[in-house]
């Protein structure tokens, strides 16, 4: 069956501090991994994609790996902004099909 | 472009009335999707148009559930009669062949639905 799990389920952490969110999933065939942000009374928004040769990607302080072979993800997020506090979800999709299989997210809260 | 517009934003309704929600996709994007959100499920795909016609409707729940899309920029998710659990938070989303391949989608600002 094909399953994306996220952990923690919630975080909190302090600014300026990193933190790590980890995906795995069992999805196959594999096409790519993306992670989106959902700000709380939004819409999520992607963050970053990868492929199945790709092991990391960076858009800004947001930095995510994928391991391909233990079909894992995480997505560390250098030096805390307030802003930084809302939902990540991992999103996996399945290759040659327009099937989208979503976790049920990390809710962050940064705090001052 | 304005990006993907859903109305209600807020919805509140009684048991058994009947609830519409709207959705119009950015233009030019030829796939429309519905999900529904909740705390214990996360995000769940309802349905999927593509050219306006409907290409999986697995993820609609019962026949209370059901979505039209009668031209390229307008979409509605209809439930009736609403039950309380039906009570979430409902997302449309738009995307081209070109961005979905790339796995991205562009969401609404979603519509809350309280059913009392």
């Known amino acids: 069956k094909n399953q994306v799990e996220q952990s923690p389920q919630s975080l909190i952490i302090l600014e300026g501090k990193n933190c790590t969110l980890q995906?795995?999933?069992?999805?196959?065939?594999?096409?790519?991994l993306r992670w989106y942000k959902q700000d709380t009374g939004r819409g999520p928004v992607s963050l970053t994609i990868?492929?199945?040769?790709?092991n990391t990607k960076s858009n800004g302080r947001y930095t995510a790996t994928l391991d391909a072979d233990t079909k894992q993800s995480s997505l560390h997020i250098t030096a805390s902004q307030l802003s930084d506090s809302a939902s990540y979800i991992c999103v996996v999709s399945v290759h040659n099909t327009d099937k989208l299989i979503f976790g049920t997210g990390t809710r962050l809260q940064v705090f001052p | 472009d304005a990006g993907v517009i859903q109305s209600p934003r807020h919805e509140v309704t009684e048991m058994g009335q009947e609830v519409t929600l709207r959705c119009k996709p950015i233009?030019?994007?030829?796939?429309l999707f519905w999900y529904r959100q909740t705390m214990m499920r996360g995000l769940e795909l309802l349905i999927y148009?593509?050219?306006?016609?409907?290409?999986?409707d697995s993820g609609m729940p019962e026949d209370r559930f059901s979505a039209k899309m009668p031209n390229a920029s307008f979409s509605t998710l209809k439930i009736q009669p609403s039950e309380p659990r039906d009570s979430a938070v409902y997302f449309c989303a738009s995307s081209t062949s070109l961005t979905l391949a790339k796995n991205i989608q562009y969401f609404g600002a979603g519509t809350r639905l309280s059913v009392l």
């Open positions: 995906c795995n999933y069992t999805v196959s065939p594999f096409s790519n």
């Open positions: 990868m492929t199945f040769s790709e």
């Open positions: 148009f593509n050219n306006n016609v409907p290409i999986d």
């Open positions: 233009s030019g994007h030829d796939y």
